[in-house]
């Protein structure tokens, strides 16, 4: 449902274009230094501002309603809200005939008999990853003496950033989008991390990334490659203080080696494009065109790197 985890267990409501949303994040020890500026530099990094990236703009100013006293936090649970301040419902109005190609606009409707809410794409807008930013800065001071590391390195399927913003400008003047690949690095996992079988660190992070809009594939270490491999190659010698390698991402049979994690995630397209796609018309009952109006990223992939470092926090605190 809409919350994950067992003993750090995390909560996120609300919908994009609703007045609030925010997280209930149950499990957080007692002691922990947290005022509303510990959140300002990883919102910063998940905001728009780039070029491909929306031109929605919200203050995003975390709001803490329990669970923090002077300044640390009680071990009570901790709610955070953000307002949503700069909205245009209008722009969605068209999906109500014509659900985008893509998106959740029609499955939601169909599965909660249209009594969701379709505004900004309702709970399965990328906006509901802000409060999962918030749990991951605070996950982050859990786990404290852990290092995490995520970053774009692909980009349309172009590896050379020097060549992402002429790709974007190209795409963006088409009316079109683009995907990418996160990889993100945690360093300084202990060794014993994961609960196999079901729960094995592998298992986890990927429930935990496939939960964050528009993901399409997860892999570990040497990843998909590893196929092509001989045990030889793929394999992770020992050394006296640890693997000499990492092709297996720094987890052995679903629990952390104490080598790094390494994982990268594939960001899909983005849905809204205004680029004119043929699709139906549930209301004249025929196929039409479809031109999305309103303020979608020409590449969302752009602001998912945070958003992977705090899912990947998120499961970490958990196993702690």
Same mark, same amino acid.
């Given at each position: 449902m809409n919350s994950f985890g067992r003993i750090f267990r995390v909560s996120i409501f609300g919908e994009s274009h609703g007045p609030q949303i925010g997280v209930v994040i149950d499990g957080v020890p007692e002691g922990i230094e947290l005022t509303e500026k510990d959140f300002a530099g990883d919102i910063a990094r998940r905001a728009p501002g780039a070029a491909g990236t929306t031109p929605r703009k919200e203050s995003d100013e975390p709001q803490i309603l329990s669970g923090v006293f002077d300044g640390h936090t009680t071990g009570a649970p901790l709610a955070i809200v953000?307002?949503?301040?700069?909205?245009?419902?209008?722009?969605?109005?068209?999906?109500?005939?014509?659900? =985008?190609?893509?998106?959740?606009?029609?499955? /939601?409707? $169909?599965?909660?008999?249209?009594?969701? @809410?379709?505004?900004?794409?309702?709970?399965?807008?990328? =906006?509901?990853?802000?409060?999962?930013?918030? /749990?991951? $800065?605070?996950?982050?001071?859990?786990? @404290?003496?852990?290092?995490?590391?995520?970053s774009l390195v692909e980009l349309g399927g172009c590896a050379d950033p020097d060549g992402w913003p002429e790709l974007l400008a190209r795409t963006a003047s088409e009316g079109d989008s683009l995907g990418g690949i996160v990889e993100c690095t945690v360093s300084n996992v202990p060794i014993g991390l994961g609960e196999p079988f079901w729960d094995s660190l592998e298992s986890l992070l990927s429930h935990a990334m496939f939960s964050i809009p528009g993901i399409r594939g997860i892999e570990f270490g040497d990843g998909f490659r590893a196929a092509a491999l001989k045990g030889s190659e793929h394999n992770d010698p020992f050394g006296p203080e640890g693997p000499l390698k990492n092709g297996c991402g720094g987890i052995n049979g679903g629990i952390s080696n104490g080598a790094p994690l390494v994982f990268r995630i594939a960001v899909k397209p983005t849905a809204s494009i205004s680029r004119p796609q043929q699709t139906y018309n549930f209301k004249t009952e025929r196929m039409d065109t479809l031109e999305i109006k309103g303020r979608h990223d020409v590449c969302f992939a752009q602001r998912v790197p945070v958003i992977v470092e705090a899912m990947a926090a998120i499961v970490l605190a958990d196993l702690v």
């Open positions: 953000f307002k949503n301040e700069n909205t245009r419902s209008g722009d969605y109005a068209q999906f109500d005939e014509m659900p =985008r190609p893509g998106h959740a606009d029609y499955v /939601a409707s $169909v599965k909660w008999d249209w009594a969701n @809410d379709p505004r900004g794409g309702g709970h399965f807008s990328g =906006r509901l990853t802000l409060p999962v930013v918030a /749990a991951g $800065v605070v996950a982050k001071k859990v786990l @404290d003496g852990m290092d995490f590391s995520a």
